[in-house]
């Protein structure tokens, strides 16, 4: 299989398994969720369950390090560059040698260093952890919060950004300061990692690269959504029906995540049933225990630092005591994933869908 970005809500959790003989990734009776072993074959490759509704235990999903592809290794940005945001903003670029890429989830970055402009990136957001990134100073000192100081420190000649990081006025800062600053779209899916790369590419001065790396992305997601839909369930009864809890145990936020948080695209993409859908529930909002005993998900997504806030998955059962008496919570089936790459929707989309296709159709213990 060749190589492979939502609102910018992000989750975290990871669910443990105690129950006797169930497969999956134990707890040992501790509660805390264990990291599955990183996984490098594929999915066609792998063991498929014969029936993923009879699997039983939880997994925090790592995805492997894959070294950037950049589509071009001499890129020649065409320069000035005119662009109009997402915001409706004409923005003009004459400099892109030293670029800011800053967005939640750090896909913009690995965007900029596909487009094969690593070089030209000065500074980095807190979830921008790729490995040829990770020596760039952090302009996210606090966590999440752009510092205007440290932004101007790097004396960037460019910005690119989305409207998931903030305080806002710290950007307007920045074009007052007569930097160039390009927001680009903040909504992410499976469906526009194409669009998310052309918008990147033409601030950059690269809008044929653009298309180019767009292309190639849309391609490797439409490859492994075609080789999930060849062993998941085809019947609704068959699919794992499925919930994205939003927690963070901390701030007492429980959400479940439904249309337009790209939850719902993560969920369809994996060939899962999705619950929020069935009962009409869009964005983000608190959900119950009666709520949950409803819904009866055979299985919950959600973020590996949000399980980890509330303390795995016992801690989640009480909170919800409902989830015990529906098919996830008796087998305890949660997968969560970092919290930057489950709904980050970018250049590793296709690496995220096969990750976690992996664990829910052909988890590394299946007999």
């Known amino acids: 299989m060749s190589a492979r970005l939502l609102l910018p809500l992000l989750l975290a959790t990871a669910l443990t398994l105690s129950a006797c003989g169930a497969q999956g990734t134990s707890d040992g009776g501790s509660g805390k969720a264990q990291a599955a072993p990183v996984r490098t074959e594929s999915l066609a490759e792998a063991t498929v369950l014969d029936d993923p509704k009879r699997h039983a235990g939880t997994a925090i999903v790592a995805l492997p390090d894959r070294p950037l592809q950049p589509i071009t290794d001499d890129p020649q940005p065409s320069l000035p560059a005119t662009v109009t945001d997402v915001q409706g903003t004409e923005v003009t670029i004459t400099d892109t040698s030293r670029v800011l890429a800053l967005d939640l989830n750090g896909t913009l970055a690995r965007l900029v260093a596909e487009l094969g402009m690593l070089d030209s990136l000065v500074g980095r957001d807190t979830s921008t952890t790729f490995p040829e990134a990770r020596g760039l100073p952090p302009v996210t000192r606090s966590g999440h919060d752009l510092s205007a100081e440290a932004i101007l420190d790097l004396q960037p000649t460019l910005i690119i950004t989305d409207t998931s990081l903030g305080p806002w006025n710290v950007l307007l800062q920045m074009r007052e300061a007569g930097i160039p600053v390009v927001v680009v779209d903040p909504k992410r899916s499976t469906d526009n990692v194409d669009a998310l790369a052309e918008q990147v590419g033409a601030a950059l001065g690269l809008p044929a690269e653009g298309e180019q790396l767009g292309a190639r992305l849309a ?127 970018g250049p590793r989309t296709a690496d995220v869908l096969e990750a976690l296709a992996l664990e829910i159709y052909a988890p590394a213990d299946a007999s």
Not at 250 to 270: F, H, N
Not at 298 to 327: C, E, F, H, K, Q
């Open 219 to 345: 391609s490797e997601v439409a490859e492994i959504r075609a080789e999930i839909d060849a062993v998941a369930p085809s019947d609704l009864t068959g699919k794992l029906r499925t919930v994205f809890l939003y927690v963070r145990g901390q701030a007492g936020v429980y959400q479940l995540l439904g249309g337009g948080t790209g939850a719902d695209s993560l969920i369809d993409a994996l060939g899962l049933y999705d619950i929020s859908a069935e009962i009409g529930w869009n964005g983000a909002r608190p959900v119950n225990d009666e709520g949950i005993l409803a819904a009866q998900p055979d299985l919950v997504l959600t973020m590996a630092n949000g399980l980890d806030s509330v303390g795995g998955i016992d801690g989640l059962l009480a909170r919800y005591p409902a989830l015990a008496d529906t098919p996830a919570g008796r087998n305890r089936r949660v997968v969560a994933m970092n919290d930057a790459d489950i709904l980050g929707f």
